[in-house]
């Protein structure tokens, strides 16, 4: 803030458009020029720029995220399908194999749910035949009943 009231922003910006806000004293990185502006329309622009910054960052995290994540459970389903395909495979031990695909399964959904990549993904892929809380198991001592 200046001495006279008027507000004055101070922001760095490199040949490539990116912005981030500094003060008058901070040291400024290679490639960056330090600007300052009194003008509310001129701000607002920077404001919206850091924005904009800001949403691409988090996009790119979260599809980075979810590719990590789809390739880990892929590959662990397919290590128990692998597992419920062998000879020495008992029913118990498959039916409990086949309990956690399902409880992984609705665990997806839920989490998929949740961000663009994973709606994108569920409309691109076949979809469960049974809706989400449809799925129960229930261990008996002598068995376990998906249901």
Known sequence: MSMNGIEKLWFCRNSQGRVFLTSPESPIPPGY???STTIP?????VFAKLNTQTREE???????DFHRRKSRIDQWRSDIRSRMASADCS???KAILKAALVSCD???DKLNSNTVYG????????SN???AGENRVHFDTKKVVIQ
């Open 41 to 45: 329309s001129e701000m607002d622009k």
């Open 106 to 108: 609705k665990r997806e």
């Open 119 to 126: 709606v994108s993904a569920m409309q691109t892929t076949e």
């Open 33 to 35: 020029l330090r600007h």
């Open 58 to 64: 988090y996009s790119r995290m979260t599809e980075n």
């Open 91 to 93: 029913d118990v031990e």
């Open 129 to 131: 035949p049974k809706a």
